[in-house]
């Protein structure tokens, strides 16, 4: 019988738990405020609204965004609008005609949306200035 490995050797050598995406923050300065933009023009749903922690995504699917609103006074904590760094994926087949829905629900786009070789993209902005991506899904 070969000698059993330890713990620390099969750490090396199975594969490591997967983790699963659950949440981003994306701080907003009214948390409430946010959640009506989010659900209202976004189209998103509310996963989860529990005192201060609030998530919107869609239901049955990984991945949300908590709207993290700071609390106190630290300076870390201040709203630094611009480019967050989320893609959010806008399903249908007629991206162009998705964007119009949501300019007509009071979406603000910065960029877009536009052709490039590569794909079609857009750029819109919550209430806070935080900068979102938008692509076709698929």
């Known amino acids: ?9 099969k750490s090396k050598t199975e594969r ?12 907003v300065s009214d948390a409430h405020r946010a ?4 659900t209202q ?9 529990e005192e201060h922690w609030i998530t919107v995504g869609r239901k049955g699917q990984s991945g949300a965004l908590h709207l993290c609103q700071p609390t106190g006074d630290d300076p870390a904590s201040e709203l630094e609008p611009g480019n967050s760094g989320i893609l959010l994926l806008l399903p249908g087949k007629d991206f162009e005609g998705g964007c119009a829905a949501l300019k007509a629900r ?7 949306p536009t052709k490039a070789e ?11 200035g935080n900068e979102i991506s ?4 698929g």
């Open 118 to 128: 590569w794909g079609s993209y857009a750029t819109i902005r919550d209430l806070d």
């Open 106 to 112: 009071g979406v603000e786009f910065t960029e877009g």
């Open 134 to 137: 938008l692509m076709p899904e």
């Open 41 to 49: 023009r976004l189209g998103l749903e509310v996963i989860a609204h």
């Open 35 to 38: 959640l009506d933009w989010y």
């Open 16 to 27: 490591p738990p997967q983790p699963r995406f659950a949440s981003v923050a994306v701080v």
């Open 1 to 9: 019988m070969p000698p059993r490995k330890s713990a620390e050797e």
